[in-house]
């Protein structure tokens, strides 16, 4: 029987996951050399490893974040899928939390971004085209609906954070803040900014959150 430190490089590079550390690492398919962030592969396997952990114990999973976004569907696919979970799910983001990615972020239990990494918020791109009466009803579609999803997931957990708290912001204050923020474009917070604004509960290397391995009971 090979060591369980074999194990693990094993399953992290074959699976993207291990049972045994409750760990997983959301992975992109890279394609001709470029990075599209979260697809549909993404999603499959991020799913089937979140699913595969919560039946085997409801002890804390730990899933490590490294992405640039992706396509909207798939992010709301695995934000459901953490949402449904029956563990607490803990997410580190490395390097950037940015477009859907920060979206995901927002799934987790607790949140917890690396030192030199950095959130970003943004209305996001679309495009879509066909007929002229189908392109418009998409684009009606995507202002009431996903743009309205985007913000209530923001401001549930962006009403908690010390900003609004100080400002005595409800949820639908917040919201309402983070809407007039937008219409000035991409906005980028530091970890500490992303933590003060309530994007995140944490940064690695704090008292609390010292390492990776405090960061859930085992």
């Known amino acids: 029987m090979p060591p369980r430190n074999a194990s693990y490089l094993h399953d992290f590079h074959e699976y993207g996951a291990n049972l045994h550390s409750r760990e997983i ?11 599209p962030g ?4 993404t999603a499959n396997s991020f799913i089937k490893n979140l699913r595969s952990l919560d039946l085997t114990s409801n002890k804390d999973i730990l899933v490590h974040l490294y992405s640039i976004g992706g396509e909207w569907n798939d992010c709301m696919a695995m934000f459901d899928a953490v949402r449904s979970c029956s563990s607490n799910v803990v997410m580190v983001s490395y390097a950037q939390a940015e477009s859907s990615s ?3 972020l927002q799934s987790a239990t607790t949140r917890v971004l690396m030192p030199r990494s950095y959130v970003m918020v943004h209305y996001g791109s679309s495009g ?72 995140a509960d944490g940064i690695l290397g704090s008292t609390k959150y010292y390492s990776l391995d405090s960061l859930i009971s085992r």
């Open 102 to 104: 920060s979206i995901i």
């Open 38 to 41: 979260v697809d549909y592969r």
């Open 128 to 199: 879509y085209s066909g007929e002229y009466n189908n392109v418009h009803n998409w684009s009606d579609f995507e202002k009431k609906y996903v743009t309205e999803m985007m913000m209530d997931i923001y401001s549930e957990r962006c009403c908690k954070g010390k900003f609004f708290k100080e400002k005595g912001y409800d949820q639908t204050q917040t919201k309402k803040y983070l809407y007039k923020k937008l219409k000035d474009g991409d906005w980028y917070l530091t970890p500490e900014e992303a933590v003060y604004y309530g994007f």
């Open 25 to 35: 690492f959301l992975e992109n398919h890279p394609e001709n050399g470029e990075n």
